[in-house]
């Protein structure tokens, strides 16, 4: 089976084979997640893999790249899914270097296109370019959540991983998103720098919880291959905590959230109370979204087919397919159920509500469980897995081995 099933089931049942139905049925309930990409960064920091470059933001076209941003929205919202918008974030590189203005346009643009208002717009900013103006001008704008990419509060580690910023400006930026009555404010921290203690870890987790982050993300640094630190890691010259330190600080996050009132929600994101972050919820349910700007991701239908697309990364193309209001270059990749299914349990997987086997189901057109019986009633067996019949779940206290358990039910 291909995975394409249109037209055998009308009402959201399985059909007689277990298929449930897909495509333009399943797509018109759901809500809109709107990505935006924003390519550019002071300096490439040297673990960094994402399309970014670095620029003098002189240099930046602000109004230019918001012009084919608006363009390619106008593409993109024909074969989007079809419902109220739900969530805009504005990703990156660092958005906090475009100019407010700028940016406003597209989120009205965003905003026009689609029905209804979003119950969260998100902008990552970068310490070295927020301040309370800034702050201000976002909450005016509409933006209700900034993401602010701290990742230490200490001098060392924020070398180690060639940041621009210090600890003071991390937190002067950070009482600037906080004074902000409508701003609900994220803060991101790495774990796994050389020497760091569990202390470090915990310390900067309370500071940043007191200086009003109500959402922290926490992730383990990884060594991408294309990266500085890829490159010294082969020639043997990169330090780093070895594996059982980075699972020990993994832990001792967890114990410090749970002190801090945060709910430990998805393996790498902790809440306090009616602050967890919405936009990636549509990523972890394995909803498509939409991707906007140089370099962005997004899932389209065409045809009947579910592809995603990945925007060229190179600036002045972007633009130029922009000003002549087409589609920008973009490498498509065509997803089958099989691929859906993956996604859906690998991303789900991450998350305390775990996966709905049913709801995947419908989403996607055929039932996940099907071939994966076996491997199911292993992983429940020896505990990796909890399993009610719908629900799959993987107990918070084996999240350290979940992209193993993933993989095992594959
Ligand atoms: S600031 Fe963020 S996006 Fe830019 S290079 Fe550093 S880690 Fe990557």
Redesign the pocket.
């Known amino acids: 089976m291909d995975g394409r099933n249109d037209g055998f089931v009308v009402d959201g049942r399985p059909d007689a084979y277990g298929r449930y139905p897909r495509g333009p049925m399943a797509r018109a309930e759901s809500s809109v997640a709107v990505y935006v990409h924003v390519p550019?960064?002071?300096?490439?920091?040297p673990?960094?893999?994402?399309a970014?470059e670095?620029i003098n933001p002189r240099n930046i076209p602000h109004e230019a790249y918001a012009d084919a941003v608006v363009s390619e929205l106008e593409i993109r919202a024909r074969d989007a899914v079809q419902g109220p918008i739900d969530t805009v974030f504005f990703g990156?590189?660092?958005p906090s270097l475009w100019s407010v203005e700028a940016l406003g346009r597209v989120l009205r643009a965003i905003q026009s296109t689609f029905s209804g208002s979003p119950r969260e717009v998100t902008v990552?900013c970068?310490p070295t370019s927020l301040d309370e103006d800034r702050a201000a001008a976002l909450e005016d704008i509409g933006v209700t959540r900034l993401s602010l990419?701290v990742?230490s509060l200490r001098e060392r580690h924020l070398r180690y991983?060639?940041?621009?910023h210090d600890a003071p400006q991390a937190e002067r930026a950070l009482r600037a998103a906080s004074s902000r009555a409508a701003l609900r404010v994220t803060a991101d921290l790495m774990f796994g720098m050389p020497e760091q203690s569990e202390d470090e870890l915990v310390e900067d987790m309370r500071r940043l919880v007191e200086l009003g982050a109500g959402h922290l993300s926490a992730y383990a640094l990884t060594i991408e291959p294309a990266t500085r630190f890829g490159e010294l890691a082969r020639k043997g010259r990169l330090r780093k905590l070895p594996d059982d330190g980075v699972a020990a600080l993994f832990e001792a996050a967890e114990r410090c959230a749970e002190s801090l009132g945060l709910e430990h929600y998805e393996v790498s994101n902790y809440a306090t109370p009616g602050q967890r972050g919405l936009h990636n919820e549509h990523y972890w349910r394995g909803d498509d979204y939409v991707g906007l700007g140089a370099g962005a991701v997004g899932c389209t239908v065409r045809d009947g087919r579910v592809l995603r697309y990945k925007n060229v990364y190179d600036v002045p193309s972007y633009l130029e397919a922009g000003a002549r209001r087409e589609r920008p270059r973009e490498e498509l990749e065509e997803l089958g159920s099989d691929d859906r299914v993956r996604e859906g349990l690998m991303l789900g997987l991450r998350t305390t509500e775990g996966v709905s086997l049913r709801a995947l189901a419908e989403r996607i057109g055929v039932d996940p469980r099907v071939g994966r019986e076996r491997a199911i009633e292993k992983a429940v067996r020896r505990g990796w897995l909890t399993d009610d019949g719908d629900r799959l779940v993987i107990p918070r206290a084996r999240w350290l081995l979940a992209d193993d358990i993933v993989s095992s039910i594959f």
Request: glycine content about 18%; overall charge neutral.
């Open positions: 550019w960064c002071l300096q490439r920091c673990y960094c893999d994402f970014t670095a990156g590189g660092t990552e970068n990419g990742q991983l060639g940041r621009l």
